[in-house]
C-alpha cells in the first residue's frame, strides 16, 4: 500500500528537496564555468602583454643597433674624412707663402677642428655602448680638463662614489653634456675665473652635477636677454625633465644641475 496515496504529495516531496538540489549543482556548475572562462581570459590578457613588452624590447634592441652602426660608420667615413682635412690643411700652412693664403688655410683648419670634435661629440651621443652613467661622467670629466686647460683655468673635480653602471639614454646623456658645455663656455667668457670646482653626486632617483668658479659672477637674467646660453639651457633642462638654480657669491658663481635617472 502507498506511503501517500495522494501524488501530489510527492511532487512536493520532489519540489522541495531535489529540485534545490538541481539548482545547486547548476549554480557550481556555472560558477565553475564562469570561473574557468574568466582565467582564461586573465592569461589571454598576460600572453598579450607580453607579446607586447617582448616586441617593445625587440624594438628597442633594433634601434639601439641602428644607433650604434651609424656611429660607428660616421666615425669610420665622415670622421676619418675631416682628420684628413684637418692634417691636409695644417700641412698646406707650413708651405703658404702670403698672409692671405695663411689665414684662409687656417680658417679651413679651424673649421676642420671644430667639425671633428662635434662629430665626436655626436658619435658618443648616438652609440647605444656608452648609455651609462658612468660613461656620461667620464666623458664630461675628460672634457672639462681639456677644454679648461686650454684657458689655463685650473680644475677640482669630486666624485661621490656609489653603482655608476646604470643605465641613460643617449638623449639625456647629450643634452646634460651640452648644458656642461654652455656653463663652462660662460665661465671662460665672462667670469674671469681662475679655478672651477666640480662637484657630482647621487641621490637616487637623480644625479647632482655642482660647478663652482672664483670668478666676478653674472647676472643670469642680464644674461639671458643678449644671448642663447642660458635659453638653451632652460630648454635642455625642460627636455629631459631636470632642473638647474644659480647662486652667486662674492667668491664667485654656483651652477646647480639636476638629472632625473629614471624616466
Not at 116 to 121: D, F, G, I, L, T
Amino acid at each position: 500500500m502507498p506511503l501517500f496515496e495522494d501524488k501530489t504529495v510527492y511532487w512536493v516531496i520532489i519540489t522541495s528537496f531535489v529540485m534545490p538540489v538541481l539548482f545547486g549543482i547548476g549554480l557550481i556548475w556555472f560558477l565553475l564555468k564562469f570561473q574557468k572562462r574568466k582565467h582564461q581570459t586573465e592569461l589571454e590578457k598576460k600572453d598579450m602583454l607580453l607579446r607586447e613588452q617582448q616586441l617593445i624590447i625587440e624594438n628597442q634592441t633594433a634601434i639601439e643597433t641602428e644607433r650604434t652602426r651609424i656611429a660607428s660608420e660616421m666615425h669610420d667615413d665622415l670622421g676619418s674624412g675631416l682628420t684628413t682635412i684637418r692634417y691636409l690643411s695644417d700641412r698646406a700652412l707650413k708651405n703658404v707663402s702670403t698672409e692671405d693664403e695663411k689665414i684662409q688655410i687656417g680658417k679651413i683648419a679651424e673649421q676642420s677642428s671644430a667639425l671633428v670634435r662635434n662629430m665626436s661629440e655626436i658619435i658618443w651621443a648616438m652609440n647605444s655602448r656608452y648609455d651609462t652613467v658612468d660613461n656620461l661622467v667620464a666623458y664630461i670629466r675628460h672634457y672639462t680638463s681639456e677644454y679648461l686647460e686650454s684657458y689655463h683655468i685650473d680644475i677640482d673635480w669630486h666624485q661621490g662614489e656609489w653603482v655608476w653602471d646604470m643605465r641613460l639614454n643617449g638623449e639625456k646623456r647629450r643634452n646634460v653634456f651640452l648644458v656642461i658645455k654652455e656653463a663652462l663656455h660662460n665661465i671662460v667668457k665672462h667670469a674671469k675665473a681662475s679655478k672651477v670646482i666640480i662637484n657630482v653626486h647621487c641621490d637616487l632617483p637623480q644625479l647632482f652635477i655642482h660647478i663652482m668658479d672664483n670668478g666676478i659672477g653674472f647676472d643670469p637674467q642680464l644674461s639671458e636677454t643678449k644671448g642663447n646660453g642660458l635659453y638653451n639651457i632652460r630648454k635642455r633642462m625642460n627636455t629631459i625633465g631636470g632642473d638647474y638654480s644659480f647662486e652667486h657669491k662674492s667668491q664667485g658663481t654656483t651652477m646647480k644641475i639636476l638629472i632625473p635617472l629614471f624616466d
